[in-house]
């Protein structure tokens, strides 16, 4: 199963507001980017508690970029968020954030552009999904990287949960990741840079089910 999932990465709640209800109408997934100013030199926001009004209206996906995402997984869980992501690039305890992640919901590792498989520490069988980035995490509008493919192909070799590709996604770029083994597609400035986002996401979803079909 494929699934397009619209991405937020915004300073100002109006502005994370006014997109989720954007995308309220068709997209069951939201993924929101946590960005602490640290792990890259952007910031989000960092308070969860507005997002629970969205509680009911969508799965929360929180993309911790910060340091220590361990941190971020209690508050993030009692404003109703569901699943959490954390960059393993400041992550001091893969394990500790992944077996704390599990009581709470579903748990992935994110690992940035350069970053190599090799730096998962823990037992692929203990997640429900790993995010790579096909960019270097911190901005949206960023070009994508086809060569940050190989990780999602030697990836989708080894293990059946869902690989998420990050960066770039746009109607040609996401037949490439799916292709790879992709099977979550996060996409930002491709739905909230059109006048019509809808139909921006009926596109990107119209080609993984060309792809599928062809597969």
């Known amino acids: 199963m494929y699934e397009v999932i619209p991405?937020?990465?915004?300073?100002?709640?109006?502005?994370i507001e006014r997109k989720l209800n954007?995308?309220?109408?068709f997209a069951k997934t939201v993924h929101i980017d946590v960005i602490d100013?640290?792990?890259?030199q952007n910031k989000t926001l960092l308070d969860p508690?507005?997002?629970s009004v969205f509680?009911?209206?969508?799965?929360?996906?929180?993309?911790?970029?910060?340091?220590?995402?361990?941190?971020?997984?209690?508050?993030?869980?009692?404003?109703?968020?569901?699943?959490?992501?954390?960059?393993?690039?400041?992550?001091?305890?893969?394990?500790?954030?992944?077996?704390?992640?599990?009581?709470?919901g579903e748990v992935g590792l994110a690992l940035d552009g350069t970053t190599s498989l090799d730096k998962i520490e823990v037992s692929l069988n203990d997640l429900d999904a790993?995010?790579?980035?096909?960019?270097?995490?911190g901005f949206s509008g960023q070009s994508f990287v086809a060569q940050?493919?190989?990780k999602v192909q030697k990836l989708s070799d080894q293990t059946p949960f869902p690989?998420?590709?990050?960066?770039?996604?746009?109607?040609?770029?996401?037949?490439?990741?799916?292709?790879?083994g992709a099977r979550r597609f996060i996409a930002s400035s491709f739905l909230f840079g059109s006048e019509n986002p809808h139909a921006q996401y009926d596109k990107l979803s119209a080609a993984c089910n060309l792809t599928s079909a062809q597969a």
């Open 37 to 40: 100013g640290v792990f890259a």
């Open 22 to 25: 954007l995308v309220k109408s």
């Open 148 to 150: 940050h493919l190989e």
């Open 130 to 137: 790993v995010l790579i980035m096909t960019i270097q995490a």
């Open 163 to 180: 690989i998420e590709v990050d960066g770039g996604i746009n109607d040609i770029t996401i037949i490439q990741a799916k292709n790879a």
């Open 49 to 51: 508690q507005p997002f």
């Open 55 to 104: 509680k009911e209206d969508f799965i929360l996906e929180a993309h911790f970029m910060v340091d220590e995402p361990v941190d971020y997984l209690a508050p993030f869980a009692q404003a109703g968020f569901k699943r959490f992501l954390g960059h393993i690039e400041r992550m001091s305890d893969q394990a500790e954030f992944v077996a704390r992640a599990e009581e709470l």
């Open 7 to 15: 991405a937020i990465l915004e300073k100002d709640w109006n502005a």
